[in-house]
């Protein structure tokens, strides 16, 4: 039982270029989130899923995209990459109320 | 915007101590929160779950939560070097969870 999923750990991506970041999760649970975090900052919730077929944006949504096409699987799409989105980016999956499970994070420096 | 302020840092106390963390959220239609550890470039992990008015209990944590204050802490007794880490309190909203910003603390041995 793997849990929560994230490839690549780490990537360096030039300004304009794009990539995916993939997230996938073994527990069957139908709740889905990526989240952004920042040096010394908290988490900052970029889109969520409540389930195959249904996404929606959190809080920092601009300059990413998301999908949904199984219960496992969860990629996030950086179109062209900016400085700006230089950061920690982690993937979350949840069943019901109960807590988040995190995947072990994705470090992605835009140079 | 959903909000979660949590009481600034960084938080030193001496081994042995308790250490008191506070959180602040300010959607009253929350249903559940939580305390999450996150040592240095790692993964948040969940130390405390809470959901109804009071106290809970787990070794050396308890969690508090006042609903009508719309705040929510955590207490580490007996704290150890081990323990020092950033502390994020998570809030849940309908489908959505939010973070505060975290607390560093630091146990001096």
């Known amino acids: 039982n793997a849990g929560v999923t994230q490839t690549p750990k780490f990537r360096i991506l030039k300004i304009g270029q794009s990539m995916t970041l993939q997230c996938t999760q073994d527990m069957n649970h139908n709740y889905m989130y990526w989240y952004r975090q920042d040096p010394g900052m908290g988490l900052k919730l970029i889109y969520y899923s409540v389930g195959a077929g249904i996404t929606d944006k959190g809080e920092v949504p601009n300059g990413y995209n998301v999908s949904r096409s199984t219960t496992e699987d969860f990629p996030l799409r950086l179109e062209l990459a900016a400085p700006s989105q230089t950061s920690v980016y982690f993937c979350?999956?949840?069943?019901?109320?109960?807590?988040?499970?995190f995947g072990e994070g994705s470090r992605l420096t835009v140079l | 915007q959903k909000e979660v302020e949590q009481n600034s840092g960084p938080l030193s106390v001496p081994e042995g101590a308790i250490a008191s963390l506070n959180c602040t959220y300010s959607?009253?239609?929350?249903?559940?929160f939580f305390w999450y550890r996150q040592y240095s470039g790692k993964s948040p992990e969940l130390i405390m779950s809470i959901y109804s008015n009071g106290d809970k209990e787990d070794g050396r944590f308890t969690a508090q939560l006042n609903k009508a204050s719309q705040y929510v802490s955590l207490l580490i007794r007996d704290s150890q070097p081990s323990d020092s880490a950033t502390y994020l309190c998570a809030v849940n909203t309908g489908n959505q969870f939010y973070f505060g910003t975290g607390t560093s603390l630091t146990v001096i041995p």
């Open positions: 979350a999956s949840r069943q019901g109320t109960g807590e988040l499970f």
């Open positions: 959607d009253r239609g929350s249903q559940s």
